[in-house]
């Protein structure tokens, strides 16, 4: 780390500074500026032992140096993560495509959206059963019901099934029934449930909290990274800004920066990272044009019906023109849908 | 709700959103304007069942008009709500104040600080056992033990102890030791933790998600609320914009908006909602003058030694010079602290 | 407009509502709820004559139904507007690229960047000659110089000069030089510099403001619109959000967004858009695929000896490639490169 | 500044930004640190000719150390700069308070207004003649004939007038009414006005840009100052973030974080800081408490019928409640109003 001493710092302040930092057992550099005394700081400044150094007499601000994340680096691990559950694979040139409802309903809802997105060319099938939802008088899911239904649009399909599990408490439950074990947005940083998945040998998606920043999404990996379990695929679904024509900001530079960054996949929500389903097909082929790993996309037969969601889910023709577009942008930058 | 029709909207289309509407059960009222045509919906709207509409075709965009919390509202309760846990009163015109160190890392660093905060008016106790960190390779917190020795800081100064709880299966033995469970920004939308705390009959302090707004920070309140536990204080520790001088932006204007729609009290964190200590007093102060009902400060023997989140952490020192200052201003707005 | 009444307001509270509505010409409509009453009001609502409504008693809010713009609206007008300058297309399905340096530093440098972007396939050539810095200790420009340069780079490659004007006093003299006049994202919303470029018939790269809506965009085109110039592109260039990893946060649901509403071409920024050269090109690419009519980007022959912004600015080879990826791109999307 | 260099650096890369670092007139000093090699700079790092040292092989990336700030420093000159103009005096200790009407709308409305505001204690009288409105059909001002009236105003009273002026060719006219000439948030940024009211000898009352960061706001000071112009005074008014519920955030932090970093006074603005006249006394009591040098206020006698801003305007008798709070929290923090 750097530290920045203030213009007026005395040789006293500058001193014991230094000593502070020898306490820690990282090496300082003193450098004299024009204008300025900086203390560089050599060895591992992660942990959270550095924090107080800011309160020190004399010091203006502390500058990290290193990222805080390790395994979920490029530099730990060169090649890209490939992440695979039954025919879905997501990373190494292959685009794989998540689509299904926000919520599982019903036999008839589930098993014939499976097989729609399936026929356009879905490798996965998304559903919630058990629905973090906003409000306490919202439909909460189908729970265990919705798990088995969607059990049997695998049966039906063979699409890997794709479900959130919101609490360390029911891992074990959902992981009987998921492919994937998606953990929300709103959890990204429920470090108790990334530690139970961390636990399980299942692939899990990771989405971004709104307000999570990218170094925030990789050290909520770590967590799970840690465990054991290294199938861990990141999702961009959009920011809290001040944007309001939109329900989040897709921010897909992300993409490309995640992957300058970490070996693991990233995949992209244009569904909740727009809340409308007339962005959702621009938004998915701009992912793809960015290079994402892959899809995950919300899709009903009837959204205007949906238990939840409906503005952000296209129906079944809609999803068939998205595919299309997204098959012909994935070949112009050399890789390959589903 | 009201839905906006297209301009050019068909007859056909208007008619198709009249039905559904009557399906859900709800009474439209079609407004033909000059320019656009609108259907007034009167009914309770609350609930998912109507996120589709806006798919439908013709319709251009959906306004709710219920605001979608219920129990925490002064529409269900005029008068403010007052949470009490010992000698701790926050609400009615009474601010309390809790503080106390980020983590309790040693029974002479929290016995000591408790005994210092006391004498400078404090009355509660705050102090991390369990720790959710941004990183896996942080300080994670003492658990159990710590708890403990909050316990014997209260045994030595009759403070209320405030202490976070991360997990639902955490709660019966945070609930052992703990006066008041916190719930944590990180865990504002962890609606099995929030269920959790409000089956128990302990005042809950829950904190605003950094990406949060205040509606939806209303509805967490709601999932404690419809638990049967109505000891509830909001607390504003800051938002996520795009300053960077702060580690949030502490919006305080969420103090009088939220005291004028719910009987909850509204609690500020200046030390989170600043990252700095040196910003602590000043902000402390204006708190107190937006009209918060209490202020939760970390408060540390040596905050360059602490083991986490030293650079926002007051001296003993310091401390009690934040609470003359929010003494005389309580004073100046009619209210009392401590 | 919709007024919407508190759960308790009085019978003469929404009388002098309704006949404050009357007085201002409009025509209330009064909806009793189930918990709330709403007066819709029909007729045309723009302008500042309502913004006191929320202060009369017992109204809790007002809610807009009315888009505020109307000229760049596709009601107005339903095809969509062509820019053309020179060689320059953009809209109609071209997507015009405007390429060069941010800063015209000399004839050598302006003219081989001109070659060498002509080349690659750019039809429009992007250079400051009045730049706007946040800092006056920055490099301001070489000004009249730097048009008479950019006057030589056209005569020499045939290409359309794009440059910042950045005051109404300056329009004449940019006006003698350039085919294309830039406002800035600063300049957003300097309204007399809209108005002067809005009695020019050149054409106008308006740039989005990094913390304007686009509702504000829409209004800030409407008052060159309103001037009688109708050649104008809107310009996202990226917003101010809480990530610090890109410079700004470039949101590109804005293009099919916008191009839902208004006839104006949308262009996209993707070097101010994301700070990083490393990042422009997938960003490009996803550019196009979101339906990008147009594109904006910083080349220099050398990024790292640029007189500014040169850790966003690709060199002459990375621009070749970016050209490839989205002229395969646009071909996967129906449009054409160029 | 500080070069990070990448984990697998070359030598030859190291090299490369080292004599790159000599070149630019800088110091170089290599450190070696146990995951990453550094170069701290030595020098005068201001200014542009450093931006692309980001795009050098093996440069991960780099940190500025200085202040990009230098004149409105405090490292420049300790004491607080008090800005007097009339009976108006902001800083030292008072906390000058600016009330009136977002607009002038006619001679009554704006002597009485003076009248009131001045019986209530205000110092300042601020009334918009030359309005930047965010639409072209919203009302634009009265213009000169408004200048007249805030001139009648201060005749009657002897307030300081405090107006906006909006374009450099305006600066005279404007100046020959204005005590204060007031730059308004969208021109921020406007550098050539910066420069026109720079060169004259007028206090200025300098409002954030709703997405400029703090460093911003004091470089767009800095060309005011350097125009030899030193009585400015820096406005908070709030920045956009994804809150709704107010028309901005007002973020009150800024006020001690200015402080200790400028001599220049910082007034604050709760009226557009929050958009609702319910929130406005509050949070100027907070304005207060946290520090603040002085306040501007709208005040209208009937905000309802306001010709702009209504929903956040104080009527008068709502702005002497606000001026009797703020005049005990003055108290209460060592400070006096008016």
């Known amino acids: 780390m750097i530290i920045v001493m203030e213009a007026g710092a005395s040789p006293a302040a500058l001193d014991h500074v230094v000593r502070h930092v020898e306490r820690l ?4 550099h003193v450098i004299v500026g024009t204008e300025r005394t900086v203390v560089a700081v050599v060895g591992d ?3 959270a032992a ?17 990222a805080p994340y390790k395994v979920a680096s490029r530099e730990v691990r060169a090649e890209p993560t490939v992440v695979q559950a039954r025919s879905l694979v997501v990373g190494g040139g292959r685009v794989g495509v998540i689509a299904g409802p926000c919520s599982v309903e019903s036999r008839d809802q589930i098993v014939e959206t499976a097989r729609a997105v399936r026929d356009a060319g879905a490798t996965g099938l998304r559903g919630g059963a058990f629905k973090p939802r906003t409000s306490p008088y919202s439909f909460q899911g189908l729970k265990e019901r919705g798990l088995e239904l969607l059990a049997e649009a695998r049966e039906a399909t063979g699409l890997a099934i794709v479900t959130e599990v919101v609490a360390p408490e029911d891992v074990a439950l959902v992981g009987r029934y998921a492919d994937v074990l998606q953990v929300g947005a709103r ?4 470090y108790r449930l990334l530690e139970a998945v961390g636990r399980t040998r299942l692939p899990v998606l990771l989405k971004r909290g709104p307000a999570a920043t990218v170094e925030e999404l990789l050290l909520a990996a770590e967590y799970i990274l840690d465990g054991g379990n290294h199938a861990v695929m990141l999702c961009e679904r959009g920011i809290r800004t001040f944007e309001s024509h939109t329900r989040f900001t897709l921010p897909l530079a992300t993409v490309p920066w995640l992957q300058a960054r970490t070996h693991l996949p990233v995949v992209v929500d244009p569904s909740h990272g727009t809340g409308h389903a007339a962005l959702v097909e621009p938004m998915a082929a701009a992912s793809v044009a960015a290079g994402a790993d892959g899809l995950i996309v919300e899709v009903h037969p009837d959204p205007a019906k949906a238990a939840s969601d409906g503005a952000q889910t296209l129906d079944v023709a809609g999803f068939r023109r998205m595919m299309e577009v997204c098959r012909r942008v994935a070949a112009a930058v050399g890789r390959e849908i589903g």
Chains 1, 2, 3, 4 share one sequence.
């Open 50 to 66: 550095s924090s107080g150094l800011e309160t020190l007499p004399g010091v203006a601000s502390v500058l990290p140096i290193l």
């Open 45 to 47: 400044e992660r942990g």
């Open 187 to 190: 959890n990204m940083q429920n």
């Open 25 to 28: 057992g990282l090496r300082p």
